[in-house]
């Protein structure tokens, strides 16, 4: 593993967060004390980075005085209250104002700044999301909302009563970091290990979906490499991660590594090996979220077979709760138990092919029979229904009716880029800076790439 991109110590070690600075920055506004606040922004209802704010906030701790632009600031007299809480499940953030202390109508009143002002789409809130308020006397006197990473929305009480609403930016360093390493106990663990986060082992196996069986072809001594983007405040403290735009497989079963690419003309991102192919097939070889499941081949549990004449389906073990992806696009024909199936799904695809999913917990929300579904939606989750020792999906592929091994089929392949010569230019370029930023970050670029993916000529 290489990360040439370590983020510096913080400067100032009494904000070592950037919570910990927006928090200041927020007592200041309504405390009026001499806090500081380094690499914050302020930043108006359009998103843009206010007048003069870039240079005054490059040089750390500026006051934040000089951060804001002219937003009425008056600072209520103190002392003041404040409450933090997160959003809960099927609350409103309205809800959560009024659970932190502050009147309905004046919850309501502050947020709806931020409504009409185009900060923040209430229709896409999810739970967890933070707010902190500042009670005067039992009455609202301002507000943080924690937007996202790097985000907060601060909405304060005027001496006349009205709410002005301000976005608070980070400044966010764009960063690529590199993990690879020889496949220990799962790449899940490994990658986790070496800082990715959930996020990226879940698009890493999505990627290797199509061409790889998590459960048998993953062996001890394979290796991964996955390059992904982060994000990190001025003092360099890592916000958020970002997309990942590099995958490869280094394995018995498969050495294959892909590039993410958007091509210019469908927009459609994809990931492409080094010729261009797109990774995507016609069907997923592992129509399950994999990052759970390329669990320890160490002490992999050893029940579960895989596709025998007498048993026409392939097994994978993964823990109840796991995510069941719809093979291919199709359509729902079947979704309901069906004796030792137990909670069943079967979808139809174009040209005579069928999947089916057995021994289901339970069915996505609003998953029928009927309904259209698209390649790697979630269509169900693992269970253990039916006659089944323990929690695994049963996989099947029917042909005309007639069911075939999945991890042998040979699937109509995606999108080659090089039958669009202009496309493939892009790409090559596209390619070629992921391989720079995969050499500084001392990728052996020849070990991974060229025996199975030769440079086109
Ligand atoms: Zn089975």
Request: no cysteine; proline share 7%.
């Amino acid at each position: 593993m290489q990360d040439t991109q370590k983020p510096t110590e913080p400067k100032a070690p009494a904000r070592s967060t950037l919570s910990h600075g927006v928090k200041s920055l927020v007592a200041l506004l309504v405390l009026g004390t001499g806090s500081a606040v380094a690499g914050l922004l302020i930043a108006g209802p359009n998103g843009q980075n206010g007048p003069g704010t870039a240079e005054a906030a490059l040089a750390p701790p500026p006051l934040a005085a000089t951060l804001l632009t002219a937003t009425d600031i008056q600072p209520p007299a103190p002392p003041l209250q404040t409450a933090t809480g997160k959003l809960a499940r099927r609350e409103t953030l309205t809800g959560l104002v009024q659970r932190l202390g502050a009147p309905a109508n004046e919850a309501a009143g502050a947020l709806q700044t931020l409504y009409d002002e185009d900060l923040l789409d209430p229709r896409r809130l999810l739970p967890g999301l933070e707010a902190e308020v500042f009670l005067d006397d039992g009455h609202l006197s301002a507000l943080n909302v924690k937007a996202e990473a790097g985000r907060n929305l601060f909405i304060k009480r005027g001496t006349d009563g009205n709410w002005t609403a301000a976005a608070l930016n980070a400044r966010l360093t764009p960063h690529y970091h590199r993990v690879s390493a020889p496949i220990e106990t799962s790449i899940y663990e490994t990658a986790l290990k070496l800082g990715a986060g959930d996020q990226q082992v879940v698009d890493y196996a999505s990627v290797f979906a199509y061409d790889v069986d998590f459960q048998r072809e993953i062996h001890p001594g394979d290796s991964f490499e996955m390059v992904y983007e982060t994000y990190t405040d001025e003092a360099g403290h890592p916000v958020k991660t970002g997309n990942l735009i590099y995958a490869s497989l280094d394995g018995k079963a498969l050495t294959r590594s892909f590039y993410r690419f958007t091509p210019s003309d469908d927009g459609e991102t994809d990931y492409f090996d080094f010729n261009g192919e797109s990774a995507t097939k016609f069907l997923m070889k592992t129509p399950i979220n994999g990052a759970r499941l390329s669990s320890s081949f160490g002490n992999r549990v050893h029940p579960i077979s895989g596709y025998t004449r007498l048993h026409k389906g392939t097994d994978f073990a993964a823990p109840s709760g796991t995510p069941v992806y719809a093979a291919g696009n199709g359509t729902v024909v079947w979704a309901a138990r069906r004796g030792g199936y137990g909670n069943y799904i079967v979808v139809q695809h174009a040209n005579g092919y069928k999947t089916a999913y057995a021994h289901l917990s339970r069915y996505a929300r609003g998953l029928r029979k009927g309904r259209r579904v698209r390649q790697g939606e979630t269509i169900g989750y693992v269970g253990s229904t039916g006659a089944s020792t323990g929690p695994h999906l049963h996989y099947e592929v029917y042909i005309n009716g007639k069911p075939v091994n999945a991890m042998r089929l040979k699937l109509p392949t995606g999108r080659k880029l090089a039958e669009a010569p202009v496309i493939m230019d892009e790409f090559l370029k596209s390619r070629d800076a992921i391989d720079e930023i995969r050499a500084e970050q001392g990728a052996g670029l020849l070990s991974v790439s060229l025996p199975v993916n030769p440079p086109s000529p």
